[in-house]
């Protein structure tokens, strides 16, 4: 597993940690796998790690508009802590990489018992109803150029690298607007040096500027995620000083190193997780 890991499972108390990552298997996130279609049965969650998914809404048959992202600050399934089986938007692998997963009867199971987990992911629904808000409003009122600029600070954030894998026709769908326009827009980011971009590979050159450009609707989502996930239990002060919340800091928060070992109690498989010093 890479060196880093969900932010959901890491900010749980050590104990409510443990007993949540026991639970866990280690999954390969596949770019463009369809993970689940609207409406299915939820059969597992995921947590990713450094992998991130796109949510997408189908209206008319048409391609579909992605209106949210899932990455290391997330889930995906959390709509069985509703008590909803149904999958509320068709999720596809955005970037490739790792994630966590628990079947759905485990997580039911442990959502049960354990109150802690609880709590916090029903904060994670309600800045999720908050992001889909945002986003909703987006749309409407921002010019292409900071919408795509914050796009790319969403899947920066999560990819845990600054170079991924994207295509400008899946940027236009994503963001609901014609090739011809991210063509467009996305040219015009590379000219100023704000980003390389070559046959479907992009590197993030300066995220300052990219901050810079983007909508308020970036900042926005960040300052919903550090305001309601930040009230968590209380942790040792070294342990603490160790976190940095919010998506803007995902990328650059402290390299985790996630060891898996077995259990000498069982087969179960075991995370033990440790700071890099
Ligand atoms: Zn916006």
Request: glycine share 8%; proline share 4%.
């Amino acid at each position: 597993m890479a060196q880093a890991e969900n932010q959901l499972i890491e900010s749980l108390a050590r104990s409510d940690r443990k007993r949540v990552l026991a639970l866990c298997e280690p999954v390969q996130l596949v770019l463009s796998e369809v993970l689940h279609e609207a409406g299915t049965s939820t059969r597992s969650v995921l947590f990713p790690v450094n992998g991130f998914v796109s949510l997408i809404t189908h209206v008319d048959h048409g391609d579909g508009l992605e209106v949210g992202m899932v990455g290391r600050e997330g889930m995906l399934g959390v709509q069985l802590t509703l008590g909803v089986t149904a999958a509320p938007m068709r999720a596809v692998v955005q970037g490739a990489g790792e994630a966590w997963r628990i079947g759905r009867v485990p997580f039911v199971r442990e959502l049960a018992r354990n109150p802690a987990l609880r709590r916090l992911l029903n904060r994670y629904v309600y800045v999720l109803m908050l992001q889909l808000a945002t986003g909703s409003a987006c749309r409407s009122y921002h010019d292409l150029g900071s919408r795509l600029a914050r796009w790319l600070l969403m899947s920066h954030d999560r990819a845990h690298r600054d170079h991924f894998h994207v295509t400008h026709e899946f940027m236009a769908t994503m963001l609901g607007v014609r090739r011809v326009g991210v063509t467009v827009a996305a040219g015009g980011l590379q000219a100023r040096g704000f980003i390389r971009y070559h046959r479907g590979e992009l590197t993030v050159l300066d995220r300052p500027a990219l901050e810079a450009l983007a909508c308020s609707c970036y900042e926005a989502d960040r300052l919903a995620y550090q305001t309601h996930m930040a009230a968590k239990p209380a942790r040792s002060p070294a342990a603490a000083a160790g976190r940095i919340h919010g998506t803007r800091h995902m990328h650059t928060a402290a390299p985790m190193t996630v060891r898996q070992r077995t259990d000498a109690l069982g087969n179960q498989p075991q995370i033990e997780l440790l700071h890099r010093s």
